[in-house]
């Protein structure tokens, strides 16, 4: 893989902006809920509200956003989406100081944190595409999933034990302060972006909401991804609550076994990023594809033999993570390239919204069905149906590779 430098300042900028902002999001993992439960004295209906509805209604309000911003300049979209997060984020220490925080603020603030989130990311994807070569995406993009891994090991820990110091609105300042970080990065890289024009040269129209769902339904290699994608990162989402209810209550797993079992496995996802481009190399980016895509779903079902601790039950978990996590950490920057060739640099932004907001929908739906099977079946017959369901994934996998991409390229993307 190529040293840093060889991607250009400008990227630079932008991955040491997403790997401080990453870090600041995993140090305040889990914050708001506690919050709601330590500070708030809420429920679980209401903290499991406060996970599903942010969820939902963020990405219903990111839907509009993407058209918008597609036909703009992204790094002052970039740059805007950190400072609302900021700002957002802010809010909730200065309640909380006042005395004066709510339930109803916490979860207004979810709500603009999620639709900001997927359209940070779906300016990032576009700005990315006509940024970099054709033939540097792959590497960009397993960098990014490199530190994401590296931050998912080394944020909630940082985390917890800021939690235990300070409390969980002081994370919340620090995930705050991440995104100002960001922003700042963001601006600092520099050089001319162009304005992006329309072809037909008409303003934004009703209709372009849907362009990012046409796009994806009438490329033959896309629509499968997906839907194969969508369904993967629902059941996988959906299960994380039932799992730690089977942990942490019926198998007796101590709050640090249970933390371990997810963060030391995540190095996994290191050694899989930095796989990711010499397997596309020797074996082509859809073998690739479709085979980490199929090995990453064989993994959860084996989540539904864990025991207790003292019987096995941390390292069959973590084992389990593990496998999970290094097929999905080659999978998804092959994947994350493969959709950015595939799409054409005009409908970047309205694609990946469009399929951000598909997933963290369905995700929000799954979660709330799988909870209701847990109550009905118990946590563990709820586990493994998931498990069962994500065997068939595979089949939702492009079988063939595709033909020559019909997206447009910029004249770097050419060079």
Known sequence: MRSGHRLGR??????GAYATSALGTWLAFGAFPLIAVQVLDAGPAEVAALSAVAAAVGAAVAVPLGPWV???RKRPVLIGTDLVRFAALLTIPAAFALGVLSFVQLLLVSVVVAAADITFRAASGA????????????????????????TTIIGPPLGGAAIGLLGPVATVVADAVSYLLSALGIRAMGGQEPRPVRRDGVRTRPRDLLDGWRHIFADATLRPLFFN???FNGLVMATD??????MLGELGFTPWQYGL??????????????????????????RVLVVAGTLRALWPLGLVFVGPPNAGGLPL???VELGLIFCCAVFNPVFATYRLERTPADRVTRTLSAWTVTTRASTALLTAVWGVLGGLFGARTAIG??????????????????SPARASSSPKERT
């Open 317 to 319: 978990v973590m084992g």
């Open 229 to 231: 994608t969508t369904v």
């Open 385 to 402: 149906l998931a498990g069962v369901l994500l065997l068939a994934t595979p089949l939702l996998l492009p079988r063939r590779a595709p």
């Open 70 to 72: 597609e036909f703009r």
């Open 241 to 246: 609550a039932l799992l730690a209810v089977l």
């Open 10 to 15: 400008s990227f630079g900028w932008l991955w």
């Open 261 to 286: 079992a997810f963060a030391a496995p995540a190095i996994g996802g290191l050694f899989g990023s930095r796989l990711a481009r010499p397997l596309v190399t020797r074996f082509g980016q859809h």
């Open 127 to 150: 700005y990315l595409k006509t940024s970099l070569p054709v033939g540097d995406l792959l590497v960009a993009n397993a960098r990014f999933e490199s530190t994401a891994w590296t």
